[in-house]
């Protein structure tokens, strides 16, 4: 299976903050990669899929970039509702895999 | 609007077989498929496994290869997943996401809302 690694696992940040997520894969994936929120008690939701298209809905604030092995996902002036679980997930080969969340607090 | 919409919770003793529904509208069901994710108390997210809406095609995850099947009923646009053999390993949310109706490169873009299956003596 491609491995998942994200990083940090834990990320501390305040409001107005720019903040970024990396992934990294044990395999080319291409740009098949997607970026979904979770909050507690919640269904993930996508936020980037193809590495770097927004979700319709999905506020601007939210990118993704990478191809190949290195992903990153960046949100730019951080909102309350921002603070989350953030999972990265590649599509690429289809046993999907998931990576291990980083959680981002205040 | 797309929804998925989950059976309710669950509780089964070791050994037993738990089977979640996941019912779709909004949409036309054979023209996408259906995965499942589980997540254990805590933990993140699993893959457990896909099939097409349209052919009925599936894929599982090696884990749990052997003790899952996923199936649909067209006529009701339903998706069904049904693991068997229960341990504690396996109490966790289940949730249903929208995907492609091959497999490829299709993201999961719709959920339902999580069905919570405890499995304990």
């Known amino acids: 299976d491609i491995q998942l690694t994200q990083s940090p696992s834990t990320l501390s940040a305040s409001i107005g903050d720019r903040i970024t997520i990396t992934c990294r894969a044990s395999?080319?994936?291409?740009?098949?990669l997607a970026w979904y929120q979770q909050k507690p008690g919640r269904a993930p939701k996508l936020l980037i899929y193809?590495?770097?298209t927004l979700q319709s809905g999905v506020p601007s604030r939210f990118s993704g970039s990478g191809s190949g092995t290195e992903f990153s996902l960046t949100i730019t002036s951080l909102q309350p509702e921002d603070f989350a679980t953030y999972y990265c997930?590649?599509?690429?080969?289809?046993?999907?895999?998931f990576g291990q969340g980083t959680k981002l607090e205040i | 609007q797309v929804h998925l919409v989950q059976s309710g919770a669950e509780v089964k003793k070791p050994g037993a077989s738990v089977k979640v529904s996941c019912n779709t509208s909004?949409?036309?069901?054979?023209?996408?498929?259906i995965t499942w994710v589980r997540q254990a108390p805590g933990q993140g997210l699993e893959w457990m496994g896909w099939?097409?809406?349209?052919?009925?095609?599936?894929n599982y995850a090696q884990k749990i290869q052997g003790r899952v099947s996923l199936t649909t009923d067209k006529s009701t646009n339903t998706a069904y997943m049904e693991l068997r053999s229960l341990t504690s390993d396996d109490t966790a949310t289940y949730y249903c996401?929208?995907?492609?109706?091959?497999?490829?490169?299709?993201?999961?873009?719709?959920w339902g809302q999580g069905t919570m299956v405890t499995v304990s003596s």
């Open positions: 996401a929208r995907t492609g109706a091959y497999v490829g490169h299709d993201p999961f873009d719709f």
């Open positions: 909004g949409y036309t069901f054979i023209n996408y498929g």
């Open positions: 099939i097409s809406g349209f052919t009925g095609n599936t």
């Open positions: 395999e080319n994936v291409n740009v098949w």
């Open positions: 193809k590495a770097s």
């Open positions: 997930h590649q599509y690429n080969h289809f046993l999907y895999t």
